[in-house]
């Protein structure tokens, strides 16, 4: 089966900084790849989310990058603001197929 | 949130009762997710349902019961709480025709005292 992880849990960056949040995924078959931020008391929200056939998408001050070799996933944030503090899930899936896996979640911070 | 509700959005219960908690779409999807949410751990899949009385287990399915005995609503049932069971449960809908993403309702949180 899937197993997804991240690779810190926590993550704090400077206003106007970019983050980079990471995720590692284990099954060659996996094909979708979706990115959630989740606020404090509310459901996961998506973000972006990229196919196997991408290398790199890029959406609204967001980018995700998908290195199929290493079965590794990253989501970068450009000029991180307050707003941008939750936490995020990477979800991991098969096309077609009837679940996801999620990682555990990285909580970034936003210092001012 | 996509026209997800979750309800309640809070409870707290004994031990040994039974306990049933709600989502309901207005999206039509096929495909709907219960997950539990605990610190060190994520989301892990509980049940979900591929349609109207058809569901299956997930990771940790065990102590919970489901039901869809409509396309709208899928029921999550603790048949008798444990303290272990105390977390946060979110439901999702997903539509796997068109491959998208799941949306999330906003979460029951459930204490088991």
């Known amino acids: 089966g899937e197993s997804v992880g991240l690779h810190l849990p926590t ?22 790849f979706i990115w959630y931020k989740q606020e404090s008391g509310k459901g996961p929200q998506f973000i972006i989310d990229i196919r196997s056939n ?5 959406g609204q001050r967001v980018t995700v990058l998908l290195n199929k070799t290493v079965k590794h996933l990253s989501l970068q944030i450009a000029a991180t603001q307050p707003g941008d503090s939750a936490v995020y899930f990477c979800a991991v899936g098969i096309q077609g197929a009837q679940k996801l896996v999620f990682g555990q979640g990285t909580r970034l911070t936003i210092n001012p | ?19 049933t908690l709600r ?12 997950y539990r949410q605990d610190p060190g751990h994520g ?71």
Not at chain 2, 25 to 30: A, I, K, L, W
């Open chain 1, 11 to 32: 993550l704090s960056v400077q206003e106007g900084d970019n983050s980079i949040i990471n995720c590692a995924y284990s099954n060659s078959a996996s094909d979708y």
């Open chain 2, 1 to 19: 949130d996509a026209g997800i509700t979750q309800s309640p959005r809070h409870k707290v219960t004994e031990t040994g009762t039974p306990v």
């Open chain 2, 43 to 113: 989301l892990r899949l509980i049940h979900y349902s591929y349609g109207v009385k058809d569901t299956d287990k997930g990771e940790v399915s065990d102590g919970y019961s489901v039901s869809r005995s409509k396309t709208e609503d899928f029921l999550l049932t603790l048949e008798s709480a444990t303290s272990s069971q105390t977390s946060v449960y979110f439901c999702a809908i997903r539509d796997r025709t068109s491959n998208t993403e799941a949306f999330f309702g906003q979460g029951t949180r459930l204490t088991v005292v």
């Open chain 1, 54 to 58: 991408m290398d790199k998408r890029q």
């Open chain 2, 23 to 34: 989502c309901h779409q207005t999206e039509n999807h096929r495909y709907m997710y219960w």
